[in-house]
């Protein structure tokens, strides 16, 4: 080995790619020509490596399965929702409501990353049961006198259970920013 084998091998790379100038590609070839050690190297580094690579179906399969698995946890979302809404009505005097969607509001905004689609993932379930009890007769009396009490009765609510889910976004939030400073 001489002293220019180092500075061989440091520019094989870019003799391979063909982009030393043409002094530098005939001072490496020069040295590959007398050098067996080098020329050993230089013959080595043009193998090409083996790689499997799965041609079209491995994305879109790979996609799927993720769209699938992100599918099945906002459905679960939505479900939490649905069932958070019917059992913790304000207008049930249950105050439980305060800590679950306080809870739903935090999680589902660490997980989406988006005030909308919490607000979104709170608000319409819980305006849709509240619709169904407070002006309809499905589950015993219709609360309203006229339709504007009974849309009144359920706005009332749906901000209340907001204005709780909000406070749950920021608690989120602040998860978050705790976790990226450390």
């Not at 002094?23 to 050690?37: P, R």
């Not at 491995?58 to 099945?72: A, N, P, Q, V, Y």
């Not at 809404?85 to 509001?105: D, E, H, P, Q």
Request: with cysteine.
């Amino acid at each position: 080995m001489t002293k220019e084998c180092p500075i061989i091998q440091d520019l094989l790379p870019l003799y391979e790619e063909d982009l030393l100038q043409l002094e530098t590609k005939q001072f490496v070839e020069e040295h590959l020509k007398s050098c067996q050690e080098c020329r050993q190297m230089a013959e080595q580094s043009q193998i090409p490596l083996p790689v499997e690579v799965e041609h079209g179906g491995g994305t879109k399969k790979m996609i799927r399965k993720i769209t699938l698995k992100l599918t099945t946890i906002q459905v679960f979302f939505v479900a939490v929702a649905f069932i958070l809404a019917m059992g913790t009505t304000v207008m049930n005097n249950k105050s439980g409501f305060i800590l679950t969607y306080a809870l739903l509001g935090a999680v589902t905004y660490l997980f989406y990353r988006s005030i909308l689609i919490a607000v979104l993932l709170a608000g319409i379930p819980n305006f849709i049961w509240n619709c169904l009890l407070y002006m309809t007769d499905w589950f015993g009396e219709f609360y309203g006198g006229n339709f504007l009490e009974a849309i009144s009765i359920v706005l009332t609510a749906v901000i209340v259970h907001l204005i709780i889910t909000f406070i749950g976004i920021v608690i989120g939030f602040c998860i978050l920013k705790v976790r990226e400073e450390n």
